[in-house]
């Protein structure tokens, strides 16, 4: 466990007994390490050095929340799709019930938990696991490119990059002006806590929202002095995905296709027995298999566009042409 392996690193507490969960989780969800500090509820920009980056401390937080309800161990085996998706038209989570026929056919079957006290759900239908699993592989198939369209869209994209010379400066100069314009968020509501117009803990709520904004475009900020010609780089291994995806619904590990759901969509619901996912950009592009349009200028796009999820294909590119009439 995490708690014995910093124990043998020698971070121990009094008497050398190893450190409590409790202090454990305080640590990793301590804004110091990324460079900012909490004093009074408000978060503040640091002058030292952060240790790791905003990035890797959002990754550890979502890890902590993923694990910090351990369940108690019960029989879950061949409940495939346990906790993936919600109901499509309350909200309310899908359970999975397991039955036995008086012949010994056993059966696994999917419904809507029917929990909401304010909302009268019309979900009454089930959905067989087997008919899920075809679904979930229909659907990463949706996303996923095949060798030919993988190797035109590396083709489309070392043309772009010969021809233009992906330059990053715009998209600095787009992020500084968030930037500045978060600061100056900051300081109005500075001045509107000091004139009394907020109260003091919605002040700080505010304040610490906003200082988590500052910080995340600081970094890309960062990324991109660093790393000019990354958008290249990362559309590259998202084509390189996408045609993974091809070997993932051609198999039968569902754990795996899950996983792949959940990394590039989001939304899964269930509705008239029918499983439907809402795919990030630039997924979407694939699923929709249109035609990607020139963006004329990256500055307009969005801040974190560097990224997989949000990188904008520019130029056109249909990936399932039409001959001419």
């Not at 100069?173 to 003091?200: G, H």
Request: net charge positive; with cysteine; proline share 3%.
């Amino acid at each position: 466990s995490l708690q014995t392996k910093i124990a043998a690193d020698g971070l121990t507490g009094l008497h050398g007994r190893p450190l409590q969960i409790s202090t454990i989780q305080r640590i990793l969800a301590n804004p110091f390490y990324y460079g900012m500090f909490m004093y009074r509820g408000e978060l503040y920009q640091g002058t030292h050095k952060p240790m790791i980056s905003k990035k890797l401390f959002d990754r550890i937080q979502q890890v902590s929340q993923d694990h910090g309800k351990p369940r108690k161990n019960k029989d879950l085996k061949n409940l495939l799709f346990r906790n993936f998706a919600v109901c499509g038209e309350c909200g309310y989570s899908i359970t999975v019930e397991r039955h036995i026929k008086k012949s010994g056919l056993k059966f696994i079957y999917y419904r809507c938990t029917k929990k909401s006290k304010t909302q009268k759900c019309s979900q009454h239908s089930f959905l067989r696991q087997e008919e899920l699993a075809e679904q979930v592989k229909t659907t990463v198939q949706k996303v996923s490119l095949n060798d030919s369209e993988r190797d035109k869209c590396l083709e489309i994209l070392d043309e772009w990059k010969n021809e233009n010379g992906q330059s990053s400066d715009l998209l600095i100069c787009s992020l500084k002006a968030e930037l500045s314009a978060v600061k100056a968020k900051i300081n109005k509501l500075t001045d509107a806590y000091l004139e009394s117009v907020f109260e003091t803990e919605e002040f700080q709520e505010k304040k610490n929202s906003l200082m988590r904004e500052k910080k995340d475009i600081e970094e890309k900020i960062d990324c991109f002095r660093l790393k000019g010609d990354r958008w290249f780089e990362l559309t590259k291994k998202w084509i390189l995905e996408a045609n993974q995806a091809q070997n993932i619904a051609s198999g039968e590990n569902f754990a795996e296709m899950q996983n792949f759901l959940k990394k590039v969509g989001l939304n899964r619901k269930i509705k008239d027995r029918r499983l439907a996912v809402e795919f990030n950009p630039p997924w979407n592009f694939i699923a929709n298999r249109g035609v990607i349009r020139p963006k004329q200028n990256p500055a307009e796009g969005r801040a974190d566009d560097f990224s997989p999820r949000y990188t904008e294909m520019r130029g056109r590119w249909d990936l399932n042409p039409r001959s001419s009439p």
